[in-house]
């Protein structure tokens, strides 16, 4: 059976309180469920709360990998404002890097996601590269690809599986080895449509995410594929 990842991009949303009430509503939704070997769970949330999720998520022995959404292209040192891998290590082990958000609001260009893909590695971080077609550069040493269609992406309107599963296809004969996820508007609706394909291995959700009474029937539902 393959590896399935449901990776949960929050994005920047949610207070300290809001994202341990996530996890607690989490945890009483599921006191019965007992979550299949093959598929993995990464929450990507903001910095601000990742200290308190990780006390909280070893609490209530959720099966939750925690990961952030960004890390700093420069190592530890005199960069003012900037988190770096070797800060993140101690709190996570994924990171997302590349997201089309950075790319577009934030000006991050092949270049500059080099450099933090290279921090990352140096520090043992797991990443999750984002591309929007299977044109754009990936470094080498990255752990997951997440193909992103821009115009899926928080529209509601999700790329039908066999056009995503074209594209994954194509990541795929260029990165063999890595694990090839599907984001743009995933919900519980659709999500057994991707992960039912033979070259997606999961999925990132973006607004599904925020609601852990959503994020338990994403998993549900492909629990059962
Ligand atoms: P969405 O976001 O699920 O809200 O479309 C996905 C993403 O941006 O990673």
């Known amino acids: 059976m393959k590896h399935l990842y449901l990776v949960a991009n929050w994005k920047s949303n949610k207070s300290i309180k809001e994202s341990i009430e996530w996890v607690r509503t989490f945890k009483s939704q599921t ?7 093959h598929i993995h769970l990464i929450l990507c949330v903001p910095f601000t709360v990742v200290s308190s999720l990780q ?20 190592p530890t040192g005199a960069y003012t404002g900037e988190i770096s891998a070797s800060m993140i290590k101690e709190i996570a082990q994924w990171t997302i890097i590349g997201h089309s958000e950075r790319r577009k609001y934030f000006y991050e260009t092949d270049d500059i996601l080099l450099k933090k893909v290279e921090q990352g590695k140096a520090e043992g971080l797991d990443i999750i590269y984002c591309i929007e077609n299977s044109d754009v550069s990936v470094p080498f040493q990255i752990d997951a690809i997440a193909y992103e269609p821009v115009n899926a992406i928080g529209s509601g309107k999700a790329q039908p599986p ?9 990541i795929k004969t260029l990165h063999p080895r890595v694990p090839v996820l599907y984001g743009g508007s995933v919900g519980p609706d659709n999500i057994a449509g991707f992960c039912g394909q033979p070259s997606i291995d999961g999925v990132l959700v973006g607004t599904a995410s925020l609601d852990s009474d959503k994020f338990f029937h994403l998993i549900e539902a492909v629990s059962s594929l």
């Open 31 to 37: 006191l019965n469920f007992k979550l299949k070997e």
């Open 162 to 170: 066999q056009d995503a599963e074209v594209v994954c296809k194509q």
């Open 55 to 74: 006390e909280e998520i070893k609490l209530l022995d959720l099966p939750f990998c925690l990961g952030v959404q960004n890390i700093s292209s420069f």
